[in-house]
């Protein structure tokens, strides 16, 4: 029964790359090939590499000294807190929210199976994500030290055990959002701003460690004296990547009685929190007065609460709203150093800043996508929108709105705190605020495109059309081309234009698309939604 159950895992983590739930059929072996071939490229290829250059970076001047141990303490540590930050969610949704945690608990299966089954789906996350730094820390020693046996087995366990202590902490980490969920009317809020807690917490990491790796290493052998009697067992687990014997032991004990810690709690818990439902509040009647709202505004609260139910739809397609404020923030802390540092690099009077910002800030507004799967999302539940007494353009502007509300006051908040930093002349300032306002609507309108000339109705889990979809990867692609085109063209083409009529052109532009987006919307996209 357990190998059913593993089979079953592992057929739901890899389904989409050989089964197309939009037809309902198996994928072509070509096209099953093109999935993996682009996720392999993208994932393993494009973060591989990166640390893999991390590595290279740091394994010769440390192993020169004799500090080997302490290469591979540090690879463990960024491998530990990248594999938390990718298998804690599908641990906490797929160990504990399971849909089918129910079904399975009914049939006469020991709950330890069904923990062990998909303890085994985390197992295969957790090496993902940590394996792409792990494996690449071990390619380097080795081919910095040279092949031996007992360094291709020490190389071997090192990446096993972090991937264990992945597993472990991802399962206790898992363990505690479940139990806090259950305490919670809604669980998309703590989910978003726990994971929201993780980005940050990431991105903090990874800028600190850039920055400290240089500073760190000029001093290296008395941070790593530090290190070696403050703790001691970073030491004795950084050894094991070495190949050394009495460290791969005593490492391994004492990963494995972690395991063993966990398991029991899993065990322990599994059942009580899989078949708990949510708190919910005791109903109380309050007389309260009903507000008049007017058509646009009803449809625009129906797409919002659908948006604030879902933590991946808000992460997904609403992280840009936080970014952009921050943004914003970081201009006016950090900007005026930085844009003299730029004016002195391509002269003031050229205005490649004012396109820059521009282009920056367009980059960060175009990641607020909720248009592309707003139709999709509609799901078996299209006909209730469609039996409303309401045009079918109120409906898709009510989408359009959606998007909007989330990403025009905050790219307007970056826009000013852009021009506060910046201090450009009042054509300038104009060109600066209304450029990326602009370009919302274009991204708004050709996400609205994208979801209506590809739409899935028929999905099992609404991340498949969010995050999964063609579309949404056109979208991100032309994104990015027109934040990037936007500065580029500038900066090889139309430096003599000077920034007012090079923007007044791109605003131009961006209007002329709009309106052709717009109307082909308004006739060809009403008649594809009213043909669903």
Not at 249 to 266: D, E, G, I
Not at 428 to 438: C, I, M, Q, T
Request: proline share 3%; with cysteine; hydrophobic share 55%.
């Amino acid at each position: 029964m357990l190998g059913t159950l593993i089979k079953k895992q592992i057929t739901e983590l890899f389904q989409g790359y050989v089964f197309n739930r939009k037809t309902n059929k198996m994928r072509s072996k070509a096209s099953a090939a093109g999935m993996i071939v682009f996720f392999l490229v993208l994932f393993v290829g494009f973060l591989g590499f990166s640390f893999f250059m991390m590595a290279s970076g740091l394994c010769g001047p440390l192993v020169q000294v004799g500090l080997g141990w302490l290469y591979f303490a540090l690879m463990s540590l960024i491998a530990l807190f990248l594999g938390i930050i990718g298998s804690v969610f599908s641990t906490y949704s797929s160990l504990y929210l399971a849909k089918d945690n129910d079904l399975l608990l009914s049939m006469p299966i020991p709950p330890k199976t069904i923990v062990a089954s998909r303890a085994f789906g985390v197992l295969l996350m957790s090496l993902m994500f940590s394996g792409v730094v792990t494996v690449p820390a071990v390619v380097v020693y080795l081919i910095t030290m040279g092949l031996t046996p007992a360094r291709l087995v020490g190389g071997i366990v090192f990446i096993l055990l972090v991937t264990a202590i992945v597993l472990a902490l991802s399962c206790l980490l898992g363990y505690g959002v479940a139990r806090l969920s259950l305490k919670l009317k809604n669980k998309s809020y703590i989910t978003t701003a726990i994971a929201l807690v993780f980005f940050a917490l990431y991105y903090v990491v990874y800028f600190r460690l850039t920055e400290g790796l240089q500073s760190f290493i000029q001093n290296v052998e008395q941070n790593a004296e530090k290190i070696s009697s403050s703790v001691r067992f970073l030491k004795v687990f950084g050894e094991v990547g070495e190949g050394k014997w009495p460290a791969v032991l005593a490492s391994v004990a004492l990963v494995a009685l972690l395991c063993l810690l966990v398991w029991a709690v899993l065990i322990r818990s599994f059942t009580k929190i899989a078949t708990t439902s949510a708190a919910s509040g005791k109903a109380v009647y309050r007389e309260t007065l009903a507000k008049d709202r007017t058509l646009r505004q009803t449809l625009g609260a129906r797409e919002m609460t659908h948006f604030t139910s879902s933590s991946g739809y808000m992460l997904n397609c609403g992280l840009s709203t936080i970014m952009l404020i921050l943004a914003g923030v970081a201009l006016l802390w950090k900007g005026g150093p930085v844009i003299t540092l730029l004016n002195q690099v391509f002269g003031e009077a050229s205005g490649i800043v004012l396109v820059m910002l521009v282009g920056g800030i367009s980059l960060i507004a175009f990641m607020n996508d909720t248009t592309v799967p707003s139709v999709s999302l509609e799901g078996r539940s299209l006909w209730i929108v469609r039996s409303l007494p309401v045009e079918t353009l109120d409906v898709l502007k009510a989408k359009l709105d959606l998007q909007l509300k989330l990403t025009v006051i905050p790219t307007l908040f970056c826009c000013i705190c852009a021009g506060i930093a910046l201090k450009p002349a009042p054509a300038e300032w104009v060109l600066l605020l209304a450029v990326p306002l602009l370009a919302n609507i274009l991204f708004a309108l050709f996400g609205l495109m994208l979801g209506l000339r590809h739409v899935n109705l028929n999905w099992s889990n609404e991340i498949i059309v969010i995050k999964q979809s063609l579309s949404v990867l056109v979208y991100m692609l032309f994104g990015l081309v027109y934040g990037a085109a936007v500065v580029a063209v500038y900066m090889l083409f139309a430096w003599g234009l000077g920034p007012v009529w090079y923007l007044l052109i791109v605003a131009g532009v961006t209007c002329l698309l709009s309106f052709l987006l717009w109307s082909w919307i308004r006739t060809k996209g009403v008649r594809r939604f009213e043909e669903l």
